[in-house]
C-alpha cells in the first residue's frame, strides 16, 4: 500500500482558506439518495473501498467502518480534514496524518445509542433474558426462577411475599461516567421513570463531577452508564477496584468502547454474582464465540449494534453536509478533536 503524500497542516477549527470547489471524498457505498443532502458546488469523489490509484480529496467523509477507512486513507491526496460519522475516533487519531483536521461525529448516534441504554437497563432490571429463555421453551412454571434470581443479587434468608418476578427502575440512582451529548441524551430518556442523577465529565461544573470523584460516586449508584471517549486516560477506567465499589446488584451499561473495562476483572465480578452488566461493547472485539463473557451471569450482550438504526446514515450526512457548508464558506467548524475529545 502506497505511504500518504498528503500535506501537512495545523489542525484548525476555521479553515485558512475558501475554498471554491473542493473534493469531497465518500465511500461508494453511501446510497445515492443520500449524495444529494451534500452542498452542489462540491467535486465529488465516491471512493471505492479497496483504491487502485491517488485520488485527490480535500474533505473525506471517512466510512463507517474502520478497515474500510484505512484501506483508503493512504491514497488520498491533499488531505484538510476529515469528518468522521462516529462520535468515537480513537483508531482515526492513531492513522491521521499529521496536521489534518478531525472531526467527531458527536451527536449524530446519540438519539439511538440512548434508547439502547434505557432498554438495556429495563431489560435487565425486569429480568427479560430469563423470560426470553422461558417463552422459548415454554414453561410458565420456570417464572419462580425470578425469585431465586432476585436472591441470588440481593441475599436474604427471607422469601417475598408475593414473590418478585421483576424490579423496578423507579427510585434508582443512575451514575452517567462521561455527560457529553451521549450521555446527556441518557439522562433525559430516563428521567421520566423517576431516577435520580450523579454525572461525571472531563470538566467539573455545577451539578456535574470530574474523574476525580469516581470512586465517591460509584458506591451511590444502582445503575453505571459508561459513555465516555476511548483514549489513554479511560483505558481500563473500570477495574477490579471500582468494581468492587459498585453496589451489590448494580448494574454496569457500557455504550463506552470495551477498552474502558477491565474485562477479567468484570467477570469476576459477574461470576461473583455481585453485580450485572449490560453490554454494547466488548474487549475483545469482536467477542470470539468460546469466550466466557457469552455465558456470564446478569449479563446482557448486544454486538456493537446500539446506533445501527436505519436512519443513521442520511442523519451522518445530513451532519456532514453542514460541516462541509462551513468549511466552503471560511466559517468554523464544529466537533473538532483535540488532545483525544
Not at 449524495?35 to 467523509?61: A, C, G, T, Y
Not at 451529548?181 to 463531577?209: M, N, T
Request: net charge positive.
Amino acid at each position: 500500500m502506497p505511504a500518504s503524500s498528503t500535506p501537512k497542516r495545523r489542525p484548525s477549527e476555521r479553515p485558512s482558506r475558501r475554498p471554491t470547489k473542493p473534493a469531497v471524498g465518500v465511500s461508494a457505498n453511501v446510497p445515492a439518495e443520500l449524495l444529494d443532502l451534500l452542498p452542489s458546488r462540491i467535486e465529488l469523489v465516491q471512493l471505492p473501498s479497496e483504491p487502485s490509484k491517488p485520488l485527490p480529496v480535500e474533505f473525506w467523509i471517512a466510512p463507517v467502518y474502520r478497515r474500510e477507512a484505512e484501506r483508503v486513507l493512504p491514497w488520498l491526496r491533499g488531505l484538510g480534514v476529515i469528518q468522521s460519522v462516529l462520535a468515537g475516533v480513537d483508531w482515526l487519531l492513531d492513522v491521521a496524518p499529521s496536521g489534518v483536521t478531525i472531526c467527531d461525529g458527536r451527536g449524530i448516534h446519540s438519539a439511538a445509542t440512548a434508547e439502547w441504554a434505557v432498554t438495556t437497563i429495563l431489560a435487565s432490571l425486569k429480568y427479560l433474558p430469563l423470560y426470553g429463555d422461558i417463552q422459548r421453551q415454554g414453561l410458565w412454571k420456570r417464572r419462580d426462577e425470578a425469585e431465586d434470581l432476585y436472591l441470588s443479587l440481593h441475599p436474604t434468608d427471607k422469601r417475598n411475599y408475593p414473590a418478585t418476578r421483576c424490579e423496578e427502575l423507579y427510585g434508582k440512582t443512575v451514575l452517567i461516567v462521561g455527560y457529553g451529548d451521549i450521555g446527556r441524551a441518557i439522562e433525559a430518556r430516563l428521567r421520566p421513570f423517576g431516577c435520580s442523577f450523579l454525572r461525571i465529565a472531563r470538566r467539573a461544573r455545577r451539578g456535574i463531577s470530574d474523574a476525580s470523584k469516581l470512586h465517591e460516586l460509584l458506591p451511590k449508584a444502582d445503575v453505571v452508564v459508561l459513555s465516555v471517549p476511548a483514549t489513554r486516560e479511560t483505558a481500563g477506567l473500570i477495574g477490579a477496584r471500582e468494581l468492587a465499589l459498585l453496589r451489590r446488584a448494580a448494574l454496569l451499561v457500557n455504550v463506552a468502547r470495551g477498552s474502558v473495562v477491565d474485562t477479567a476483572a468484570l467477570l469476576e465480578a459477574l461470576a461473583a454474582e455481585r453485580i450485572r452488566a449490560a453490554l454494547d461493547v466488548t474487549d475483545p472485539e469482536p467477542l470470539p464465540s468460546e469466550h466466557p463473557l457469552w455465558h456470564a451471569p446478569n449479563t446482557l450482550i448486544t454486538p456493537h449494534i446500539a446506533a445501527s438504526s436505519p436512519v443513521f446514515m442520511r442523519r451522518a450526512i445530513t451532519f456532514a453536509a453542514a460541516q462541509l457548508r462551513r468549511y466552503m464558506h471560511g466559517g468554523k467548524l464544529v466537533n473538532v478533536v483535540a488532545n483525544g475529545y
